[in-house]
């Protein structure tokens, strides 16, 4: 297996002030699992979206908050915060603090897909 350094791996920017970096996995679905590492800036809101299969995130610097379906309200995020999302429940995160949010997140899929519902965004 190849040692990655989150240095040497290039940002693709997400609309709203937000990068991710694709550590694991490629565009040929030669993994099993893909993981990344995303950067938001403070204000930034993921959008209410989900996932065909489960996702896990963990905070890693940074404040915020989270939501996902079935749950009552939001839940505050921060360092040490892991966040399991089983396959095709709505969920979301934004950043709460002045400082930026930092989450790995590993999607069980060879391929990264998203299923977006604005109508829910708030």
Avoid: C
């Avoid at 990655?4 to 694709?22: M, N, R, S």
């Avoid at 995303?38 to 890693?60: K, L, N, R």
């Avoid at 360092?79 to 989450?103: A, M, S």
């Amino acid at each position: 297996m190849p040692i990655i350094d989150v240095k040497e791996v290039p940002k693709q920017p997400f609309p709203g002030g937000a990068t991710y970096q694709t550590l694991v996995g490629d565009d040929q679905g030669s993994t099993p699992i893909r993981l990344g590492l995303q950067v938001s800036e403070p204000g930034y809101s993921t959008g209410t979206h989900s996932h065909p299969y489960m996702e896990v995130v963990t905070v890693i610097e940074g404040t915020g908050e989270a939501w996902v379906e079935g749950q009552d309200g939001v839940t505050p995020i921060h360092p040490g915060v892991t966040l399991i999302l089983p396959p095709n429940v709505k969920h979301g995160f934004r950043v709460t603090g002045t400082e930026q949010l930092k989450t790995y997140g590993v999607h069980a899929s060879p391929d990264r897909v998203v299923e977006w519902f604005p109508e829910d965004d708030g």
